[in-house]
Nanobody, 125 residues
Framework: QVQLAESGGGSVQSGGSLRLSCVVS????????MGWFRQGPGEELEGVAS???????RYADSVKGRFTISQDNAKNTLYLEMTSLKPEDTSLYYC???????????????????WGQGTLVTVAS
């Protein structure tokens, strides 16, 4: 059974940076696409970044050029490096494994769980 544990969130000023981590168990890295989703206050869940079995990364248009997804297979950990943060990035962030339809555009990515507790990112203007 897949278990996910996110960490690294916090409160930052606009323009700041954070690195999120997700320790993954019960899922073999390289066996499927992995990713990050987020849900802002009063908003729907949306895909943020994904990394497929070849290491190819994809991003939502809103974070392209600012966020970087990566993984450390030896540590079973998925990362999301976030720079130039904006108030609209304020959300609860979740990692996901495996992500369906990750070879398509970010708005087609699907993940039905299981979910970790998420990690909260708050960006002040």
């Amino acid at each position: 059974q897949v278990q996910l544990a996110e960490s690294g969130g916090g409160s930052v000023q606009s323009g700041g940076s954070l690195r999120l981590s997700c320790v993954v168990s019960g899922f073999a890295f390289g066996s499927g696409c992995m990713g990050w989703f987020r849900q802002g206050p009063g908003e729907e869940l949306e895909g943020v970044a994904s990394i497929d079995t070849t290491g190819l990364t994809r991003y939502a248009d809103s974070v392209k050029g600012r966020f970087t997804i990566s993984q450390d297979n030896a540590k079973n950990t998925l990362y999301l490096e976030m720079t130039s943060l904006k108030p609209e990035d304020t959300s609860l962030y979740y990692c996901a494994a495996p992500v369906s339809f990750c070879s398509g555009a970010w708005n087609y990515w699907r993940y039905l769980g299981p979910w970790g507790q998420g990690t909260l990112v708050t960006v002040a203007s």
